[in-house]
């Protein structure tokens, strides 16, 4: 059974940075392209960064320059570098495989506010 946990979710102030880390279990992490996806209140989920199994990455235009999406294949481990973080960016944020499976974690909050 595939799962997926998020944290590194927070209060941050615009123009900070965050770090998100999801952990992954009950699938072989390595074989597949993984995503951040997010979801803001009153909106649809969408995706924001894409890594593919050799690593090369995809972004939103919403996030592009600012977000670096990373994957550690050994500790099954996907991790969302947030920077010049925006209110816009205010979402609760998740991973899943890319296709998404149906198995999403509870995802992490990302609140940017003064």
């Known amino acids: 059974q595939v799962q997926f946990v998020e944290s590194g979710g927070g209060l941050v102030q615009p123009g900070g940075s965050l770090r998100l880390s999801c952990a992954a279990s009950?699938?072989?992490?390595?074989?597949?392209?993984m995503a951040w996806y997010r979801q803001a209140p009153g909106n649809q989920r969408e995706w924001v960064a894409i890594?593919?199994?050799?690593?090369?990455?995809i972004y939103a235009d919403s996030v592009k320059g600012r977000f670096t999406v990373s994957r550690d294949n050994a500790k099954n481990t996907l991790y969302l570098q947030m920077n010049s973080l925006k209110p816009e960016d205010t979402a609760v944020y998740y991973c899943?495989?890319?296709?998404?499976?149906?198995?999403w974690g509870q995802g992490t909050l990302v609140t940017v506010s003064s």
């Open positions: 890594i593919i199994q050799g690593g090369s990455t």
């Open positions: 899943n495989q890319r296709p998404a499976l149906d198995a």
């Open positions: 009950g699938s072989i992490f390595r074989f597949y392209a």
